[in-house]
């Protein structure tokens, strides 16, 4: 069964057309991420939510949002997608306790800017 | 510097080879470290984790030198199916969470 869920697994959306991510999990995991990959690259860490703390990394553009509403969900705002948004968006999940805690993947998410 | 680096590939090796990885951190004070394996276009899977005194896992083993900050992966007798690529990931601290750094993959090809 599905630990992490992400929907859709591929979205095609317009040039500056708003578009919103979503990813849930069944682990009751305190740590919810999200990674941007691009073709042949290291997945790039967006921001990561420790329960309600929201951390976001210094060089996430402003255009990423996030909004996690309870402890299963998770959701990835893209306020104006740009061609080079395009990429595969992860979501995963990690305890907090412990240093040897392994994070958890959903499928992915594929995002295509036309 | 990137935090986490590791060459790229790819790595084209026959059936039955033994192939290295390796992959150097940056953060001295990294906490924990892991092995994903990564098909063509799917999210990382764990492959192993990687514990200080080096662990095997069938015929994949890990090692870490803390002291020259590297995170090395044996792949025994290889097999068409480990074709895939091999991500290093270290996990440090931030507050109370433990955040996983990616470098960005060695890609093995392993041909009949």
């Known amino acids: 069964d599905a630990m992490v869920i992400q929907n859709p697994r591929y979205q095609v959306t317009q040039f500056g057309k708003p578009v919103t991510l979503s990813c849930s999990q069944t682990l009751n995991h305190n740590v919810m991420y999200w990674y941007q990959q691009k073709s042949s690259q290291a997945p790039k860490l967006l921001f990561h939510y420790y329960d309600k703390d929201f951390n976001n990394e210094a060089d996430t553009p402003d255009n990423f949002q996030s909004r996690r509403p309870n402890t299963s969900f998770c959701f990835l705002d893209i306020r104006s997608p740009g061609l080079g948004d395009a990429a595969m968006y992860l979501c995963a999940t990690s305890r907090a306790t412990g240093a040897a805690t392994e994070a958890f993947f959903g499928q992915g998410t594929r995002l295509t800017v036309v | 510097r990137k935090e986490v680096e590791q060459d790229p590939g790819p790595f084209n090796v026959p059936e039955g080879a033994t192939v290295a990885f390796n992959c150097t951190y940056s953060n001295s004070a990294s906490q924990s470290f892991f092995w994903y394996r990564q098909d063509c276009r799917k999210e990382p899977k764990l492959l192993m984790s990687?514990?200080?005194s080096g662990n095997e896992d069938g015929r994949f083993t890990a090692q870490l030198n803390r002291a020259s900050q590297y995170i090395s992966l044996l792949i025994r007798d290889s097999k068409l199916s480990d074709s895939a690529t091999y991500l290093c990931v270290v996990n440090g601290a931030s507050g109370g969470s433990y955040i996983p750094t990616f470098g960005r993959g060695t890609s093995l090809i392993v041909h009949p």
């Open positions: 990687v514990y200080s």
